[in-house]
C-alpha cells in the first residue's frame, strides 16, 4: 500500500491552547494509498492533529503540506483544499434538515458546480455501498447512530476525495454498531483510500492499518506497522498505554 | 355605545388613512431592517475581525440610542448636510436602522442555537462562509428566531406611533387631530388600540404557524 509517494506531510508542527501545548513538534508524512491508525491516551493532541489537516484547527508553528501545495490561510483555496479532503467526525455531524439524499449531494451539487442529476446517481450509488440506499428520503434523527455514521462516510466520499480523515468515527456508537461502520472503513481501506484514522479500535489498527501511530501529551512518541508495534512497543509510554487497554 | 361608534363613522376618513401609513410604515420598515438585520448578523459570526467589529459597534450605537433620537437625527440633523428626504421616507429609514440592531442579535442567538458540528462538516466539505450560512446554518436557525422575532417585529409596529412626533400622519398621530375636532379621548384611543390588536393578531397567527411548520426533529 505504502507508495513512497507522500500526499500530507506535517514537519514540526506546534499548536497551543492557551497554555495547553496541545501538539509538541508533530512531524508526520503519509503517502498515497497509506493508512495511518493514530491511537493514545485522551487529551493526547490526536483529534486536534487529524483537524489540523484541513485546518480545521490552525496550528501555530510548522508546516502541513497537502499533495505538495501547503495549506491556504483562508477563503476560496482553503475551501477547494478542503472539497479533497474528506472528514468523518465523532459527532457524524449530517445536515439535520435534509434528507439522507441531499446530504451526500450537496457538496458535489454546491460546491463542486456538478449536475443534480449526475450527484444523485453517485449519491444513491455510494448509499447502497454503505448499505443505506432504502433510507435515502428519511432525515438524519431517524437513523441510528451507525447508520448516520455510514451516510457520513458517503458524503465525504461523494466529493471523491484524495484522503480521508476520521476523527473518532466510532466512539459515539453503540457496541453492536461498530462493526458496521468499521467494516465500510476496511473496504475503504482495502480500495486504496489515504486514511488518517483517530480510534480506539485496536482491532482495526491491527488488521488495516500500514502504519500505527502512537501520541502522548502532543508529541509523537512512536510510529510502527501494527504488528510490530502491538507486540513489541518501545516507548514505556506505549507499553502502559497498552497495557491498560489489552489487558481486559 | 351609540356615541363611541360615532367617533369612529364620523372620522372614517382620518382613522383610514393614519391606519393605511402605519401598515406602509410597518412593511417598509419590517422589510428593511429584516435584510440589513440579516446581513448585520452575518457579520457578527463571520471569520472577518473587521466585519466582527463592525456589527458588534453598529449593534452597541444604535441598540442604546432611544428611537426618538434616531428620528430626530434624521429629520432634523441629516437635512442639514444638504440632504433631504421628505418626512414619510425618513421615518422608514429610522424605523429599519433602529430595528436592525435587534434583528442582527435575534439572528446571531439563532445561530448560536445550531451545533457547532453543523457548520464544521459544512466547511470540511469545502463550502465558503456564505454557503455555510444559507444552506446549513440559517435554516436551521430559523425555528429558534421566531419567536424573538416576532416579539421585535410587534415592537417595532408599535414603534411607529412615534412617527407621529416628526410630521407623519399615521396611526398615532390620530389623537392629536380628533382633538382638534373635540371628539372624546377616550373613545378615540380606545378605537386606536383596536386598531393595533387587529394590526397584530395575525403575526400571533404567523408564530404559531411558523412555529408548527419548522418543528423538526433534531
Not at chain 1, 44 to 50: M, N, P, Q, R
Amino acid at each position: 500500500m505504502t507508495t513512497g509517494d507522500p500526499l500530507i506531510v506535517l514537519d514540526g508542527v506546534h499548536k497551543w491552547f492557551g497554555p495547553l501545548h496541545v501538539l509538541d513538534d508533530v512531524s508526520l508524512s503519509v503517502d498515497r494509498g497509506e493508512v495511518v491508525v493514530v491511537i493514545g491516551p485522551s487529551g493526547s493532541g490526536k483529534s486536534t492533529l487529524c483537524r489540523a489537516i484541513n485546518r480545521l484547527e490552525p496550528i501555530n508553528e510548522g508546516t502541513i503540506t497537502f499533495d505538495g501545495q501547503p495549506l491556504p490561510a483562508e477563503g476560496k483555496p482553503l475551501a477547494k483544499l478542503r472539497s479533497e479532503v474528506g472528514m468523518v467526525f465523532q459527532s457524524f455531524n449530517l445536515f439535520a434538515h435534509k434528507t439522507i439524499l441531499e446530504n451526500v449531494t450537496l457538496g458535489p451539487v454546491k460546491v463542486r458546480k456538478e449536475k443534480p442529476a449526475a450527484a444523485r446517481e453517485r449519491g444513491l450509488a455510494l448509499l447502497d455501498r454503505v448499505g443505506i440506499a432504502n433510507q435515502a428520503d428519511k432525515y438524519p434523527a431517524q437513523l441510528s447512530g451507525g447508520q448516520q455514521q455510514r451516510v457520513a462516510i458517503a458524503r465525504a466520499l461523494a466529493m471523491q476525495p484524495k484522503a480521508m480523515l476520521f476523527d473518532e468515527p466510532t466512539s459515539a456508537l453503540d457496541p453492536e454498531m461498530v462493526g458496521e461502520v468499521l467494516d465500510v472503513m476496511t473496504s475503504l481501506a482495502r480500495d486504496g483510500m489515504t486514511m488518517v484514522v483517530v480510534t480506539h479500535e485496536m482491532g482495526f489498527a491491527r488488521h488495516a492499518a500500514n502504519r500505527v501511530v502512537f501520541m502522548a501529551d502532543g508529541k509523537l512518541v512512536e510510529e510502527a506497522a501494527p504488528a510490530e508495534f502491538f507486540a513489541n512497543p518501545r516507548s514505556d509510554r506505549a507499553k502502559d498505554f497498552l497495557s491498560k487497554i489489552l489487558t481486559h | 355605545m351609540g356615541e363611541f361608534l360615532r367617533v369612529l363613522t364620523d372620522n372614517a376618513s382620518l382613522f383610514r388613512d393614519g391606519f393605511i401609513n402605519t401598515v406602509k410604515l410597518f412593511l417598509i420598515a419590517g422589510v428593511g431592517s429584516l435584510v440589513l438585520g440579516t446581513l448585520l448578523g452575518a457579520m457578527r459570526v463571520s471569520p472577518i475581525p473587521a466585519l466582527r467589529a463592525f456589527g458588534a459597534t453598529y449593534v452597541n450605537l444604535i441598540r442604546n440610542t432611544p428611537l426618538t433620537l434616531v428620528f430626530a437625527f434624521l429629520v432634523f440633523a441629516v437635512p442639514k448636510l444638504d440632504v433631504n428626504i421628505d418626512y414619510f421616507p425618513s421615518a422608514c429609514i429610522a424605523l429599519t436602522v433602529y430595528t436592525s440592531a435587534f434583528i442582527c442579535e435575534v439572528v446571531r442567538s439563532g445561530v448560536n442555537t445550531v451545533a457547532t458540528g453543523q457548520a464544521e462538516a459544512a466547511r470540511a466539505l469545502g463550502m465558503t462562509f456564505a454557503q455555510v450560512l444559507t444552506l446549513i446554518v440559517l435554516p436551521q436557525a430559523l425555528r429558534a428566531m421566531v419567536p424573538p422575532l416576532m416579539s421585535v417585529l410587534i415592537a417595532m409596529l408599535k414603534n411607529t406611533t412615534i412617527a407621529a412626533g416628526f410630521s407623519v400622519l399615521e396611526a398615532g398621530a390620530i389623537p392629536a387631530y380628533m382633538a382638534e375636532r373635540g371628539e372624546p379621548q377616550f373613545a378615540v384611543l380606545t378605537w386606536i388600540v383596536i386598531g393595533f390588536l387587529i394590526l397584530i393578531l395575525p403575526l400571533v397567527v404567523l408564530q404559531r404557524f411558523l412555529e408548527r411548520k419548522w418543528a423538526v426533529a433534531r
